[in-house]
């Protein structure tokens, strides 16, 4: 499979997640600037992602202003039809932002940005550690929405401790119920805050980054 990676102003996790991908595990990565529009060389069976960074300088609100741009245009239609999209961090809060994915980002509880490493568990129980970085990270849905993402098995990842236990003093941001990341009903659409491309090389101490990927696409 093929990846693309969208490049927005602001945008400063497009070279990471690039890197991870092209040299840690050796994926075709094609850049995508955010004025083209074109995606004729991707199929469902791509991937296209939305890096973390400050799309537009998160001027009005976080990936509030990147949802206008005629990359996304094209990525939502992308998604609609079936490929798969996975935003990181700030790609994660333009996916929500464009309506691919339910419920918001807010800003953190503690009112501060979060840089450090933490660790979620999938849905198999499998504990990963993963960096973050941000300062809006907490997810919130009303009831309803909960309730669906949990009925349909779209919550992909929750904050946890080393063993796997959860409680709101290992919630880095106050996200509700922990949520790490979510996925949508169809399961081509995939958000998270961590960021997995920050940990996938030796040199950084830590790959456990790759399973995520690997898990998300079937990768070798």
């Given at each position: 499979m093929k990846f693309g990676v969208v490049v927005f102003p602001g945008s400063n996790c497009d070279r990471d997640v690039i890197s991870a991908l092209r040299d840690e595990l050796k994926q075709e990565v094609i850049e995508l600037w955010h004025k083209d529009s074109d995606l004729s060389k991707f199929s469902k069976e791509d991937c296209i992602i939305l890096p973390g960074g400050f799309s537009y300088g998160d001027y009005l609100r976080c990936g509030a202003i990147a949802k206008f741009s005629p990359m996304m245009q094209s990525v939502i239609e992308f998604a609609n039809n079936g490929g798969k999209v996975l935003g990181i961090c700030n790609g994660f809060q333009i996916l929500c932002e464009s309506g691919l994915?339910?419920?918001?980002?807010?800003?953190?509880?503690?009112?501060?940005?979060?840089?450090?490493?933490?660790?979620i568990k999938n849905e198999g129980?499998?504990?990963?550690?993963?960096?973050?970085?941000?300062?809006?990270?907490?997810?919130?849905?009303?009831?309803?929405?909960?309730?669906?993402?949990?009925s349909q098995?779209?919550?992909?990842?929750?904050?946890?401790?080393?063993?796997?236990?959860?409680n709101e003093n290992l919630n880095p941001n106050g996200s509700?119920?922990?949520?790490?990341?979510?996925?949508?009903?169809?399961?081509?659409?995939?958000?998270?805050?961590?960021?997995?491309e920050?940990?996938?090389?030796?040199?950084?101490?830590?790959?456990d980054g790759k399973k995520i990927f690997k898990e998300l696409f079937s990768i070798n």
């Open positions: 994915l339910p419920g918001v980002l807010l800003r953190n509880a503690n009112m501060q940005f979060v840089c450090k490493n933490v660790f129980g499998e504990v990963i550690k993963i960096p973050i970085a941000h300062g809006e990270g907490r997810y919130y849905a009303d009831a309803e929405t909960l309730e669906k993402l949990s098995k779209q919550i992909l990842y929750r904050y946890c401790d080393e063993k796997g236990d959860m509700t119920e922990n949520i790490a990341g979510i996925c949508n009903k169809q399961r081509n659409v995939f958000g998270m805050m961590p960021h997995p920050r940990a996938c090389s030796t040199a950084l101490g830590n790959i």
